[in-house]
C-alpha cells in the first residue's frame, strides 16, 4: 500500500460545498493523510521542516483546490516557493522527491467547454497546468492527468456532489492501492474523465 498526502488548500472552507464534500470522502482512510494548509498556516508560516518530512514520508502527493484566477490559492504558491528548496527538490542533489507521483485534484467554476482555444477561458485545462507540469519534471516527480470537477460556478446538486466525491475517493484508493494504469492515465486530458479506462480495478 502506498502512502497519500492530500495538501488541502481553501482559504474559504466554511463556504464550500465540492471540496469539503471531497475532502470527507477521503479523509480518515488507511495511509492518506490530509493535510489542510489554511488551517495549519493561517499567518502563511509554512514551517518547511514540517512539510518536508511530510513529503518524504509519503509515496504520492496531491494538492486538492478550488480553481482560483486560473490557478491555485495563494498559499499553494507560497508553499512551492519555500518548501521545493534547491539542493531537496532539484538540482543534481536534490532527489527527495524523486519517483514520487504528484495529482492536482481541483474543482473549477467555469464549464468544460469553455475551456479551450475558442471557448471563453482561451485555453485548456492542460495548458493551464503548465507551470505545475513543468515544476513536478524539474522535481523528478511523475506527473498525473488532474482530477477535474467543472461547472461548479452556479453549485452542483448534491447528486452531483456525491457522485464527484465518491470518484476521488476511487481515485485516491487506487492510487493508494497501485490500480492506476500510469500507461492509459498519462494519456488521458484528466484522470476521472473516463475513469474506467484509467483504474485497473475499480475499489
Ligand atoms: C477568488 C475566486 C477566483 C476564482 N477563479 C476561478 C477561475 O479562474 N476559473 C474558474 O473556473 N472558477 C473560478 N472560481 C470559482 C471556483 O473555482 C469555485 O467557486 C470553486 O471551485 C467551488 O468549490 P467549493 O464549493 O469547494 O468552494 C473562482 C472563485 C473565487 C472565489
Aim: glycine share 4%; proline share 4%.
Amino acid at each position: 500500500m502506498k502512502k497519500v498526502l492530500i495538501q488541502f488548500a481553501h482559504p474559504a472552507r466554511s463556504k464550500s460545498s465540492i471540496n469539503n464534500a471531497m475532502r470527507r470522502a477521503v479523509e480518515g482512510l488507511d495511509n492518506v493523510t490530509v493535510n489542510d494548509l489554511y488551517a495549519m498556516y493561517p499567518e502563511f508560516l509554512i514551517d518547511i521542516e514540517r512539510e518536508q518530512a511530510l513529503c518524504e514520508q509519503h509515496d504520492i502527493i496531491v494538492f486538492q483546490h478550488p480553481f482560483y484566477w486560473y490557478s491555485t490559492p495563494a498559499i499553494m504558491k507560497e508553499w512551492q516557493d519555500l518548501v521545493l528548496q534547491h539542493g531537496w527538490a532539484f538540482g543534481s542533489k536534490g532527489n527527495a522527491l524523486r519517483d514520487k507521483l504528484y495529482l492536482q485534484a481541483f474543482t473549477a467554476g467555469g464549464d468544460a467547454d469553455t475551456f479551450q482555444e475558442h471557448g471563453k477561458n482561451f485555453f485548456t485545462i492542460r495548458e493551464f497546468m503548465a507551470p505545475l507540469i513543468a515544476t513536478v519534471s524539474l522535481c523528478k516527480m511523475q506527473w498525473l492527468p488532474p482530477f477535474v470537477v467543472t461547472g461548479v460556478h452556479r453549485g452542483l446538486p448534491q447528486d452531483k456532489v456525491q457522485y464527484y466525491a465518491e470518484q476521488y475517493r476511487k481515485v485516491i484508493l487506487a492510487l493508494r492501492d497501485k490500480h492506476v494504469d500510469l500507461n492509459a492515465a498519462s494519456q488521458a486530458e484528466s484522470i476521472n474523465a473516463n475513469i474506467d479506462s484509467v483504474l485497473l480495478e475499480v475499489v
